[in-house]
C-alpha cells in the first residue's frame, strides 16, 4: 500500500511539477516579451530624447542665424540710410552749384548783352550826333540868313 501511495504521490508529484514547468515557461516568456518590451520602450526613449536633443540644436542654430540676418538687416538699414544722407547732401550741394553756375551764367550774359546795349547806343549816339551835327552844319552853310 505504501507503494501504490508513493506511486500515486509521484505521479501527483510529476503532475504538480509539470504544472509549474508549464506556469514557469508561461511566465518565462512573458518576462521575455516584457524585456523586450522594456527594451524597445529604452531604445525609444533613447531615440526620442536625442531626436528632442536634435531639434533643440535645430533651434538654437536657426536662432543663431535669425540674429545674425536681424543684426545684418539693421546693418544694411543703417549703410542704406547713411548712403541715402550722402545722396540727398550731394543732390542738394549739386543743385547750388547748378544754380549758382547757372546764375553766375545769366548775370555774364546780362552783362555783356548790357555793354553790347552801350557799345551799340554809343554808336548810334556818336551816328546820331554826328548827324545831327552835320545837319546843323549844312544848315549853317545853306541857310541864306548867315
Do not use: H
Not at 514547468?21 to 531615440?47: C, F, H, P, W, Y
Not at 549758382?100 to 551764367?105: L, V
Not at 551816328?127 to 551835327?133: A, G, K, N, Y
Amino acid at each position: 500500500m505504501q507503494s501504490f501511495e508513493n506511486r500515486e504521490r509521484l505521479a501527483e508529484t510529476k503532475r504538480d511539477v509539470s504544472s509549474l514547468q508549464k506556469t514557469n515557461k508561461g511566465l518565462q516568456s512573458k518576462m521575455k516579451k516584457l524585456e523586450d518590451q522594456v527594451e524597445e520602450a529604452i531604445k525609444a526613449r533613447t531615440e526620442a530624447e536625442e531626436n528632442a536633443e536634435a531639434a533643440e540644436a535645430i533651434r538654437k542654430v536657426a536662432e543663431s542665424q535669425r540674429r545674425e540676418a536681424e543684426e545684418k538687416m539693421t546693418q544694411a538699414e543703417k549703410e542704406l540710410q547713411e548712403a541715402l544722407a550722402t545722396k540727398e547732401a550731394e543732390m542738394k550741394d549739386a543743385e547750388e552749384k547748378a544754380y549758382s553756375q547757372g546764375m553766375t551764367d545769366v548775370t555774364e550774359a546780362y552783362e555783356k548783352q548790357v555793354k553790347e546795349d552801350e557799345v551799340t547806343t554809343l554808336k548810334f549816339s556818336w551816328i546820331d550826333l554826328l548827324v545831327v551835327c552835320s545837319g546843323k552844319l549844312l544848315l549853317r552853310c545853306r541857310s541864306p540868313v548867315e
